[in-house]
């Protein structure tokens, strides 16, 4: 039995992803969630296989949640569903560690093809993004600046977006000071900006503040 934790502040969405896993004699539904402040601890709680994670629930961010399943619970697999652009958001969702990336747009046997996948360790991507994937995203000069950073990096400027001075982000993270002061300086080196206002003003412009 693959045991799925969906978590999606749209009732009427999770509503409609229990249905549909529902008619997948394999699949049970353990849990909803509607915040992203409990979803590790839910997880763990529920034993979940699969957790389904919206990309922009109210919260500590989908990223900062990937990094503490990767380190809490590290067998259970993250699908990341959203009706972003995946170019945006799937390949940093996916080097914070999310075993795929859906649009909001998928059909039920897309959803149930999807949670089996990734269940049994593989990745569940489109075909353009499995595509870039291989191809090596580092390399490709077509890229937007953020989509270079690793995901520490761009965790670290979605914090600095929101707002959090460079000691908060040490504390919150549990590194040293001057380790992130390194990561800023690799964020403005990457994005080709000069201060804190710039890396707010970019983050804003690409959607990148995390709720």
């Known amino acids: 039995m693959i045991r799925v934790l969906v978590a999606d502040d749209h009732p009427i969405f999770r509503d409609a992803v229990r249905k549909v896993l529902q008619h997948a004699p394999e699949i049970e539904v353990v849990g909803e969630l509607d915040k992203g402040d409990r979803v590790v601890e839910t997880a763990i709680g529920a034993k979940a296989d699969v957790v389904l994670l919206d990309i922009t629930m109210p919260g500590p961010g989908h990223l900062a949640i990937l990094r503490e399943m990767k380190e809490q619970l590290p067998r259970a697999k993250?699908?990341?569903?959203?009706?972003?652009?995946?170019?945006?958001?799937?390949?940093?969702?996916?080097?914070a560690?999310?075993?795929?990336?859906?649009?909001?747009?998928?059909?039920?046997?897309?959803?149930?093809?999807?949670?089996r996948r990734v269940h049994t360790g593989r990745r569940?991507?489109?075909?353009?993004?499995?595509?870039?994937?291989?191809?090596?995203?580092?390399?490709?000069?077509?890229?937007?600046?953020?989509?270079?950073?690793?995901?520490?990096?761009?965790e670290v400027l979605t914090m600095m977006a929101a707002g959090l001075s460079l000691k908060e982000i040490a504390g919150k993270l549990e590194i040293n000071p001057k380790t992130v002061s390194s990561y800023r300086a690799r964020i403005l080196e990457k994005l080709g900006v000069k201060?804190?206002?710039?890396?707010?003003?970019?983050?804003?412009?690409?959607?990148?503040v995390e709720g």
């Open 78 to 95: 993250v699908l990341v569903f959203s009706g972003h652009d995946e170019e945006e958001y799937a390949i940093p969702a996916i080097r």
């Open 97 to 115: 560690g999310a075993a795929g990336y859906m649009m909001k747009s998928f059909s039920a046997s897309e959803l149930v093809e999807a949670v």
């Open 124 to 154: 569940y991507v489109s075909e353009a993004l499995g595509e870039q994937l291989a191809a090596g995203l580092d390399r490709d000069a077509d890229l937007a600046p953020h989509l270079r950073l690793s995901a520490r990096e761009l």
């Open 195 to 208: 201060t804190n206002a710039e890396i707010v003003k970019y983050a804003m412009a690409h959607d990148l």
